[in-house]
Nanobody, 125 residues
């Protein structure tokens, strides 16, 4: 069993930055693909970014390319999402997710096996 705990959300003005963190427990979590999804009120939970177990493969949603960066910590059981040039439309609850298949970066919710509780990100205009 893997538990995921997100942190780093908050309120920021448009154009600002935030860094989200997700700490994964469990002895094999360092071999998992990790991803970030987000869900705005009344909308589906959408893929934001993902990184495979080694950190050698990353994917981003088109809406965040060039502004967000996903990375893994040295021990590989922590994942970060650096969010720059934030826009009001980035406002959502951000969820960390882990997939047992650490070789590929899935972009669908069903490809992830574990989820965190989420952290709120609010971008004011």
């Amino acid at each position: 069993q893997v538990q995921l705990v997100e942190s780093g959300g908050g309120l920021v003005q448009a154009g600002g930055s935030l860094r989200l963190s997700c700490a994964a427990s469990g002895s094999t979590s360092s071999t998992y693909t990790m991803g970030w999804f987000r869900q705005a009120p009344g909308k589906e939970r959408d893929f934001v970014a993902g990184i495979n177990w080694s950190g050698g493969s990353t994917y981003y949603a088109d809406s965040v390319k060039g502004r967000f960066a996903i990375s893994r910590g040295f021990a590989k059981n922590t994942v970060y999402l650096q969010m720059n040039s934030l826009k009001p439309e980035d406002t959502a609850i951000y969820y960390c997710a882990a997939a047992r298949n650490g070789l590929v970066v899935g972009r669908r919710r069903g490809e992830y096996d574990y989820w965190g509780q989420g952290t709120q990100v609010t971008v004011s205009s």
